[in-house]
Every structure is written in C-alpha cells, then in structure tokens.
C-alpha cells in the first residue's frame, strides 16, 4: 500500500490543523494506520492509531484531549484532527499502516508498521 499525507501548515499556538492520509490499494480497511511525529534532533514518537474497523484508538499522553484520530474506510483515507496546538507540537507527521493485529501497545512503536507516508510538516508558532 502507498500512503500520501497531506494537511500540515504553519499555524500560531492555539490554532488547528486537520491532517489527512490517502491510502492507494483495496486492502485498506484491513489495516491498522498510526500517526507519528518527528522533531529535528528527536527521535520519531508515536502520537496516534487507529484499529482497522475504527474501534480502538490510541493516544500519547502529550496528545491526549486535543487531537482525534479517524478513519473513513470507504475513502481510504485516515485523518489527524489537531486543536489546541502548541509549538512543541512542530514536526513532521508521518502516517503509518500495519497489517498486523494489535495486543500489549504494538501500535506505539514505530517498527512494527509495515508502511510509511512521505510526511507532512506542522509549525506552530508561538
């Protein structure tokens, strides 16, 4: 599968943004996606995921009340709802799928997913 995200921005603090994830193939909705997030000199940190049906998702603690992670099988595509923005939310935003089932916090590590989007770049300035 191809992932193409798109959506990112410059955006002031408190500001919002809605990234999306556009998944090429049929086999889609039988994929587990994640968000993840990289900041220059950081490593890549998980920030959201979402099961293959929409039943379970999954949030870092840094991110939690603010952003919503969605999905709309029919479109093939995965979405990051992102409010309340705050600088250190500035990265590159990556979209990640898995055709794995998920147990423990498998969804949390970044080399468990078996694709990866090209990135999109979020800047909030402050």
């Known amino acids: 599968v191809q992932l193409q995200a798109c959506g990112g921005g410059l955006v002031q603090a408190g500001g919002s943004l809605r990234l999306s994830c556009a998944a090429s193939?049929?086999?889609?909705?039988?994929?587990?996606m994640g968000w993840f997030r990289q900041a220059p000199g950081k490593e890549r940190e998980f920030v959201a995921a979402?099961?293959?049906?929409?039943?379970?998702?999954y949030y870092a603690d840094s991110v939690k009340g603010r952003f919503t992670i969605s999905r709309d099988n029919a479109k093939n595509t995965v979405y990051l709802q992102m409010n309340s923005l705050k600088p250190e939310d500035t990265a590159v935003y990556y979209c990640?799928?898995?055709?794995?089932?998920?147990?423990?916090?498998?969804?949390?590590?970044?080399?468990?997913?078996?694709?990866w989007g090209q990135g999109t770049l979020v800047t909030v300035s402050s």
């Open positions: 990640a799928a898995d055709r794995a089932a998920w147990y423990g916090s498998r969804w949390s590590r970044p080399y468990e997913y078996d694709y």
């Open positions: 193939g049929s086999s889609f909705s039988t994929y587990n």
């Open positions: 979402i099961t293959w049906n929409g039943g379970s998702t």
